[in-house]
């Protein structure tokens, strides 16, 4: 089994739909779970970081951990055609490398 | 903003020369990293830098490769003799804390 599962996609949903991002793992050791957006040929930008479980709101971005499940989840709201991009979940232990998911290519029609 | 900064941002190579790849991480963070993406795949984790040495490596990190922090300011990836398969993004990020890290827009390394 992977260590971080990501389905690549492509998902397309029309403009101003809520966007639902996820990932599964398997190591009960990760403690810290990140969100990134790339742009094609660019650099990973950060959007979200959570600790351990809950969930933490940035404008129009939520981000769900469920430790229990090994499960995440990156909500958008309201999607605009700029959201467009590849989201790429990424996770650590304490004192560890950070794991990357292959990355959920989505497409906002306008 | 402060941000991660890397040099050049594309680099050609012939097989079997040493490149080094430059980055300025964000002033004030204490964990540096560099890591890889191949076209169409996933960010691979090379290296993790801390305390002026390597404090992890991933296996794709042979001896062909080494880092360096020459100064207070730069961060720097060589390969020693390039090879077809190093032909890559190369991510430098930086983190203040070895939790969340901040990446540069990458070089795209590509050996003929």
């Known amino acids: 089994q992977k260590e971080v599962e990501q389905d690549p996609g492509p998902l397309s949903v029309p403009e101003g739909a809520i966007v639902s991002l996820n990932c599964t793992y398997s190591?009960?050791?990760?403690?810290?779970f990140m969100w990134y957006r790339q742009y094609s040929r660019k650099g990973p930008e950060l959007l979200m970081y959570?600790?351990?479980?809950g969930n933490k709101e940035d404008g129009r971005f939520t981000a769900q951990v469920d430790k229990s499940s090994k499960y995440i989840s990156l909500f958008i709201r309201d999607s605009q055609p700029s959201d467009s991009a590849t989201y790429l979940c990424?996770?650590?232990?304490?004192?560890?490398?950070?794991?990357f998911g292959k990355g959920t290519r989505l497409h906002i029609l306008p | 903003e402060p941000e991660v900064t890397q040099t050049p941002s594309h680099q050609v190579t012939q097989m079997g020369q040493e490149v080094i790849l430059r980055c300025v991480p964000i002033?004030?963070?204490?964990?540096f990293y560099w890591y890889r993406q191949i076209l169409g795949q996933k960010v691979e984790f090379l290296v993790s830098f801390y305390n002026n040495e390597i404090s992890e490596k991933s296996e794709i990190f042979d001896d062909q490769f080494s880092v360096e922090r020459p100064d207070g300011s730069n961060f720097t990836l060589k390969i020693r003799s390039t090879k077809l398969e190093d032909s890559a993004m190369y991510f430098c990020?930086?983190?203040?804390?070895?939790?969340?890290?901040?990446f540069g827009q990458g070089t795209r390394l590509t050996v003929v």
């Open positions: 990020a930086s983190s203040p804390v070895n939790t969340e890290a901040f």
């Open positions: 990424a996770m650590s232990g304490e004192n560890d490398k950070i794991i």
């Open positions: 959570t600790y351990s479980s």
């Open positions: 002033s004030n963070h204490l964990y």
């Open positions: 190591n009960s050791a990760f403690q810290y």
